[in-house]
Structures are given as structure tokens and as C-alpha cells.
């Protein structure tokens, strides 16, 4: 089978030395890929320069990427050609379109303007006390996943911070239904440590719960191939 | 002697999942450290979890640090307990106060009312279209230095982006005047590239020039001798 696995989290650049950064160090997209690797099915993982990866082996290939657009761009023909989406990387939900000082918004009326400016700068200047950043929603790659392969297993992920176990799941529910994915893993980042991560893989009536990142991994892998 | 390294990027967190950072990837302070620890000079490395790191070594200290306040508190006692600072990290100089959609910037009078205000939510809502982020100047490290330790070697470094060499050294000798610093590392973004780093180390008078990371490594670690 073909796995597609994305892990680590996207960045949106501000200028060229700057950006805004998704975090999540890639640990438990490595331990998926290494669980389906142990089989010998064909995996592909789309990830960042940082996140931590699998080891080299003969059926894995790697794909860098940076930002949203970068990655719909590298996702749109994988979702076609595999079986599974497992889709654990933090994807950033803004990206910066123009940064400013205070000065330049007092003197605006509508502030819709400043929405169509750009900077021109390679490196914005930081002589001003205070700076404003405009930002813009990025398209949410998960809902396009469905419509670009109606037939691929997709596999979702919610992260939430310090919230309850019904909300966590409500929300969970929520995105899985929008988003037509066969399951969700759902998680809060207060219950997440070094050797610790409690989550819960959700479909629209079962919750399965996991207490590390071997155990979410197996999870994963156990549910995949159900459908295999 | 002991000498102290910054290497990495700092990152000012956003919530509790989304940061600013500043791009380092370490490679250029991992090459320093390894120079000085070759001759067995006593090495402690200030980084950031995501850079690239030296080799475990008995003489090698290294300490993780997160965002710029965290980054002053832990330099101050080293300044004041090594002879010799090389401060190549990446350090933010705008840190996030305060995120808010259109409607509220549109609704207020005085924007500086918006500077006193603090997300509540671990996690910002991503529903708005666009969001607005009011930022901070952060407080000059490399300013501090000196007055941490007025008789410290401090080799300083400035990155601009796609300027002549002329602007390139006029800016990174004001501010090696500024700073205090004995010697500064000027190097322009566009020149870098996987196997060249095109930099000059500048002091008042004199520029050497270096061409690859190692070469950098090269010319500090001979200037830092002089002075032993």
C-alpha cells in the first residue's frame, strides 16, 4: 500500500529572515512512517527542515517543504496517487501580508487598504517601538484532501490546548465530518510530555485512547490496514 | 580560556502552538565551537533546540535556550564568567503582544490601548479572514554585553539582505561602535548559499574576508588567539 505521511509544521515567511512557525518536531509522524516502513509498504513523507525524521530506507522518500502554498502544491498530486493520508504536520492558519508601525494605521482610514500593500524590503527594519502585522487565513489543505481523491483514506488530526474531553472531541467530530476523514486523532497539548502523549483516535461513533506516540502510531497502523 | 558561543535563531511564542523565528540553522556556530575545542579551549554553546549541534566533546557545554528573555537571563552570568563571546544566533527583535481580528482595531480610538492587551486563549481562534498582530520591540542583547562584562572579547554579527558592500559595512561598523564590540562578522543574506558564506570580519579599520564557513570559523578563531 502507499502511505502518504506529512508531519512537522509549516512556516509563513514575514521577510527573508523571519516567519511564523507552526511547532511540532516531526517525532510522531517519524514513528507512524517507521511503523508502516516495518512492513515494507511504500511510504512517503512530506515534512520540514527541521522536524526530526526516520532513518534512511528503501522505501521511504522524503519531500522538504516550507510553507502552505509550497505544500498544497506537493500535496495535490500525492493525494492522487496514494491509498492513505495521515496528515499529522501543524499547518499554519495565517500568513503574513504586510507589516507596519503604529503611525502608518492611524493615518489610514480603512484599514482594508493595508490589506493589498506588501513590503518591499528583503529584511523589515526594526527601528519602530511597536510594528503591526496584517495576516490572511491560508486555505485549509485538509478540506481539499477528499477533493482531489475521493477514495484515499484520510487520516486527521486536531490539536487543541487545554480544553475538556467533550470539547476536545466535539471539535474533533466536527472537523472529521467537514472534512469527510475516516479518523481523526484528536489531542490536547497540556497532555503532551517527553515520554507521555495522550490522545484519542475518533470516527463518528468509536474513541480509541493512546497514551504515547507508540501507542498512537499503533493505533494508526492497526486501523489502516482494516481498510487494506 | 573559556570562550562563549550563540548559535540558532530565538523564537518570541505567538500561543501556545505558533511562534516568530528568526532562521538559523546553527551550521556557522557548530563550525566555531568545533575550532576552539580542537585546541581544547572550554567551549559553552548557547542554541536553540531546532539548530544543528557539535559532537558531544569532555570540553563542550551546551544550553538550549528558547526566546529572547530567556536568552538575557541566561547570557548574563556566562558574559560575566568567559573571556570571549561570538554571538552568531539570530535574535528576535520584535516579540508578539497582543492578536485581534479587524473589527476590534476598527472599533478602538487609540491603538495603544491595544498595546496593554493580552490573548486570553492558549490557542488563537483562526476563524476571522484576517487577523492583526501588535508586536514589541525586544530589548538589544548584544547591547548588554559590555556592561555585563566591560573587559569580555565580543565578536558581533550582521546579517542584512541584498545590499551593497558599502551600506553592508557602514551599517555593521555603527553598530560595532555601538555594541562595543571588538570585532563584527558583516555577511548579506543573498551571498550564502549550501557550500559558500560570503562575510567580512570588520573592526574599526581593517576587513578580512572570508568566502565558506569554515573560513569564518578560520579568520575568528585567529583574531580571538591574538588577543589570548
Known amino acids: 500500500m502507499k502511505i502518504l505521511i506529512t508531519s512537522g ?6 521577510d527573508q529572515v523571519r516567519g511564523i512557525t507552526n ?4 517525532r510522531l509522524g517519524k514513528k507512524i512512517a517507521e511503523k508502516f516502513l516495518a512492513v515494507n509498504h511504500q ?3 512530506v515534512t520540514t527542515a527541521s ?20 505544500l498544497i ?20 492558519d495565517y500568513t503574513p501580508l504586510y507589516m507596519t508601525d ?10 482594508s487598504q493595508l490589506l493589498t500593500k506588501t513590503n518591499k524590503e ?22 481539499l484532501v477528499k477533493q482531489w481523491n475521493p477514495s484515499i483514506q484520510l487520516i486527521a488530526f486536531k490539536l487543541l490546548v487545554n480544553v475538556s474531553k467533550e470539547e476536545l472531541f466535539q471539535v474533533a467530530r466536527s472537523s472529521l465530518k467537514k472534512n469527510q476523514a475516516d479518523y481523526i ?7 503532551i510530555s517527553a515520554d507521555k502523549h495522550l490522545a484519542y483516535l475518533l470516527d463518528d461513533t468509536n474513541a480509541y485512547m493512546a497514551e504515547t506516540k507508540a501507542e498512537i502510531a499503533d493505533l494508526i497502523f492497526e486501523k489502516v490496514r482494516k481498510n487494506d
Chains 1, 2 share one sequence.
Open 9 to 14: 509544521g509549516t512556516t509563513e515567511k514575514i
Open 23 to 26: 511547532h511540532s518536531s516531526g
Open 43 to 45: 511510504v512517503t513523507l
Open 51 to 70: 522536524a526530526i525524521k526516520p532513518k534512511k530506507h528503501a522505501n521511504l522518500s522524503i519531500i522538504e517543504i516550507t510553507d502552505v502554498n509550497n
Open 73 to 92: 502544491e506537493t500535496l495535490e498530486p500525492l493525494v492522487k496517487s496514494h491509498h492513505v493520508l495521515i496528515h499529522s504536520m501543524a499547518v499554519s
Open 102 to 111: 503604529l503611525a502608518e494605521i492611524e493615518e489610514t482610514n480603512d484599514l
Open 122 to 143: 528583503r529584511k523589515i527594519s526594526s527601528q519602530a517601538d511597536y510594528q503591526v502585522l496584517f495576516l490572511k487565513k491560508t486555505p485549509k489543505v485538509i478540506s
Open 185 to 191: 486523532l484528536a489531542n490536547d497539548l497540556t497532555m
